[in-house]
């Protein structure tokens, strides 16, 4: 009996364990014209076939006359391979932005923003944007844009190396070192900014 509890507790200890080593967390440094303007912390959590991303953007900075602070807000779930759903809430100087979800229902997408259905999408979405901080693109060609609800195009550019080109042609950069993005350029549309990670 003393070995079947001992046995218990160890397995119960195991899985603990397991649980917390699956949540990953990663912080950067966001610079405009080399000044820090703000961080980007970026987590994953595995819970068994479920896999959740979430972002964290906050910039504060001022460019010419103008005070910019843009906060973005990233929840995104997989389901196995698939994106089940995923919110974005962007706000700038407190007003919202944009605030759009995409949805998976009876095996189609359906995108909203503000709460009004704007496209439905056929396509499986196996790889997202909020995943690029976590995990090399490896073998991916496009990559769905949770903020607009399209596809971007993604190509190899170098050793560990990518670009990620919109639907206005903006061009992101992202370069990874030990599978998770290392620094890379991003062109947020109101502003362009260089991250960096913050090594721990």
Same mark, same amino acid.
């Given at each position: 009996?003393?070995r079947k509890i001992l046995?218990?507790?160890?397995l119960?200890l195991?899985?603990?364990?397991?649980v917390v080593?699956?949540?990953?967390?990663?912080t950067y440094?966001?610079?405009?014209?080399?000044?820090?303007?703000?961080t980007l912390?970026a987590?994953?959590?595995v819970?068994?076939?479920?896999?959740? $991303?979430?972002?964290?953007?906050?910039i504060?900075t001022?460019i010419?006359?103008? !005070?910019i602070?843009?906060?973005y807000? $990233?929840f995104?779930?997989?389901?196995?391979t698939?994106?089940s759903?995923a919110?974005?809430?962007?706000?700038?100087?407190g007003?919202?932005r944009?605030?759009?979800?995409?949805?998976?229902e009876?095996g189609?997408y359906? $995108?909203?923003?503000?709460q009004k259905?704007?496209?439905?999408?056929?396509?499986?979405?196996?790889?997202?944007?909020v995943m690029?901080?976590? *995990?090399e693109?490896i073998?991916?060609? !496009?990559?769905y844009?949770?903020e607009n609800?399209?596809?971007?195009?993604?190509?190899?550019?170098?050793?560990?190396? $990518? *670009?990620?080109?919109n639907?206005?042609n903006n061009?992101?950069?992202y370069?990874? !070192?030990?599978?998770?993005?290392?620094?890379?350029?991003?062109?947020?549309?109101?502003i362009?900014?260089?991250?960096?990670?913050?090594?721990?």
């Amino acid at each position: 009996m003393p070995r079947k509890i001992l046995l218990l507790i160890l397995l119960f200890l195991f899985f603990s364990f397991s649980v917390v080593s699956q949540t990953q967390s990663l912080t950067y440094n966001l610079f405009y014209r080399n000044k820090k303007v703000g961080t980007l912390q970026a987590i994953k959590k595995v819970e068994d076939q479920r896999t959740i $991303y979430q972002n964290q953007t906050n910039i504060n900075t001022k460019i010419l006359f103008s !005070k910019i602070k843009v906060d973005y807000s $990233y929840f995104v779930a997989f389901n196995k391979t698939k994106l089940s759903k995923a919110k974005v809430l962007i706000e700038v100087k407190g007003d919202k932005r944009n605030d759009t979800q995409t949805i998976l229902e009876n095996g189609i997408y359906h $995108y909203y923003e503000d709460q009004k259905l704007k496209s439905k999408i056929e396509d499986d979405i196996t790889y997202s944007a909020v995943m690029l901080m976590l *995990e090399e693109p490896i073998g991916i060609h !496009k990559v769905y844009s949770e903020e607009n609800g399209t596809f971007h195009s993604l190509r190899k550019v170098g050793e560990h190396a $990518y *670009e990620k080109t919109n639907d206005k042609n903006n061009v992101n950069e992202y370069v990874y !070192k030990n599978g998770v993005l290392e620094s890379g350029t991003i062109d947020a549309g109101i502003i362009k900014f260089r991250l960096e990670l913050i090594e721990e």
